[in-house]
């Protein structure tokens, strides 16, 4: 949760407080439709971005007050940058959507829409504009304003002013200048407002996803690779090339006189969070080579080394990794122990 607000306050942070912010009348609403259905809006938002109207753009991706703040302050020219690129025109062929959010996730939307509005309150109380930034205020005032920033990346918000009742995901396949593409995006109600769509946020949280269970396999390989010279030194044989897991059935090709119970209670010595990831770690002449982890919501796949893939190569006396094809970074924990699986035999 806190990485979502983390990524949505950034860019607002960054415009309202570092640099200044303009007028703050509200008195426009959002161009969000509040039908059943986002569709009609989400095609909205392409038309006007195709007829290069960033402002109507913006409608569809903010809440009005916060529309009308960031329009008036000037930054128009910015968003122009982050979201239409070089301007070609999309043509949508078709919208997917792919699931509809549970609660957990639609109310992180929320209370990240929600911070976004603090940083507003906040660049309004110290009067801020284009010619008054928050380093044109006293050392004092600038050390509140961080202060402040800090508790609304960490959730910590004077009002709820926002009401988010549902959100999906959505991919928008579309063709453009004669190429396939895709977005994809989520799309979330706002009570008393409508539909609004958020991209980057989206992107982010994927990444973020994808980066932290990369660090977890990262976390282990150094776990496993502790433990196995704890057992070393301890007289253990820890030889040979196998396949350690989360799942006993999946242990593969172990050593029989392998203590696998003092291996994973030493693994957990290093690493106290072993049993909220599943993971599979490819051991080759006492060092932990390979590693591949999923959540609980088997999401998202953490790999390490990043980006790699196995491979017994003949030519070596010992296990080894190559870099992943395009194709095969999309492939699974399950996937890959399977490869892994073949690559021992």
């Known amino acids: 949760m806190k990485k979502i607000i983390a990524a949505m306050t950034a ?3 960054a415009l309202s407080l570092m640099t200044g912010c303009g007028s703050t009348d509200s008195s426009s609403k959002g161009a969000s439709s509040k039908s059943d259905s986002y569709e009609d809006a989400l095609r909205d938002m392409y038309e006007a971005s195709n007829n290069k109207d960033v402002e109507a753009m913006i409608k569809h991706m903010y809440p009005s007050e916060l529309y009308d703040y960031l329009v008036d302050a000037g930054y128009a020219d910015t968003f122009n940058e982050q979201t239409t690129g070089e301007n070609k025109e999309k043509e ?3 919208i997917i959507e792919e699931e509809e959010l549970g609660e957990d996730k639609y109310k992180d939307i929320e209370e990240a829409i929600n911070g976004l509005y603090e940083m507003m309150i906040i660049a309004k ?7 008054k930034t928050m380093y044109d205020l006293s050392e004092e005032d600038q050390k509140k304003i961080s202060e402040r920033i800090q508790k609304v990346q960490e959730g910590d918000v004077s009002e709820t002013k ?3 009742t549902k959100a999906f995901d959505v991919t928008v396949k579309y063709t453009q200048d004669g190429e396939d593409g895709e977005d994809s995006l989520y799309a979330y ?3 008393d407002e409508g539909w ?3 991209q980057s946020m989206r992107k982010y949280l994927e990444k973020s996803r994808q980066t932290s269970l990369n660090a977890s396999a990262s976390t282990i390989s150094k776990a496993v690779n502790s433990a196995l010279i704890d057992l070393d030194n301890d007289g253990d044989d820890i030889s040979g090339t196998y396949i350690i897991s989360s799942v006993p059935a999946k242990n593969y090709n172990v050593p029989e006189d392998l203590d696998l119970d003092k291996l994973n209670k030493q693994i957990r010595n290093y690493f106290d969070k072993m049993d909220d990831l599943y993971f599979f770690c490819i051991i080759s002449d006492g060092t932990a080579v390979y590693v591949s982890c999923e959540d609980q919501d088997n999401e998202y796949t953490g790999i ?3 980006q790699s893939i196995p491979e017994d190569d003949d030519s070596t006396s010992y ?3 190559r870099p992943m094809t395009s194709d095969e970074e999309k492939l699974g924990m399950e996937e890959l122990y399977e490869i892994a699986v073949e690559a021992i035999k």
Do not use: G, R, W
């Open 319 to 321: 296990f080894d990794t």
């Open 162 to 164: 926002y009401d988010v």
């Open 125 to 131: 109380e110290y009067d801020l504009s284009p010619d």
């Open 189 to 191: 109600y706002v009570e």
């Open 304 to 306: 390490y080394p990043i």
């Open 92 to 94: 949508i062929t078709e």
């Open 11 to 13: 860019f607002t942070a």
């Open 196 to 198: 609004l769509f958020e």
